[in-house]
């Protein structure tokens, strides 16, 4: 079973940067694609996606540009560098692995077998 775990959240003002780790552990299988997802009210919103065997990344249109997905296969953790960063881009940030083959969007959180904790973003004018 995949173990999750975030970190690099913090508190920033407005055009600041932050980078998020995701740090994956207790895994047989290699994930198809890790994810990042935010939330600041009741629902999840997927933030960028990357695809483990090519490196392929997806982003939602609110971070193009200023945030990047990235993975270092040594360490087997995955980052989201997150540049400009901007009030509307505060809350829990969380990491999940998709396992298991899903035929939908990578957006959707029923694609996803393993979520870590979560790390908290505060972005301040």
């Known amino acids: 079973q995949v173990q999750l775990a975030e970190s690099g959240g913090g508190s920033v003002q407005a055009g600041g940067s932050l980078r998020l780790s995701c740090s994956a552990s207790?895994?047989?299988?290699?994930?198809?694609?890790v994810a990042w997802f935010r939330q600041a009210g009741k629902e999840r919103e997927g933030v960028a996606v990357i695809y483990i065997s090519n490196g392929k990344t997806i982003y939602a249109n609110s971070v193009k540009g200023r945030f990047t997905i990235s993975q270092d296969d040594a360490k087997n953790t995955v980052y989201l560098q997150m540049n400009t960063l901007k009030p509307e881009d505060s809350g829990m940030y969380y990491c999940a692995a998709a396992i298991l083959h899903f035929d939908g969007a990578w957006s959707s959180e029923r694609a996803y077998n393993a979520w870590g904790q979560g790390t908290q973003v505060t972005v301040s004018l």
């Open positions: 207790g895994h047989t299988y290699t994930p198809n694609y």
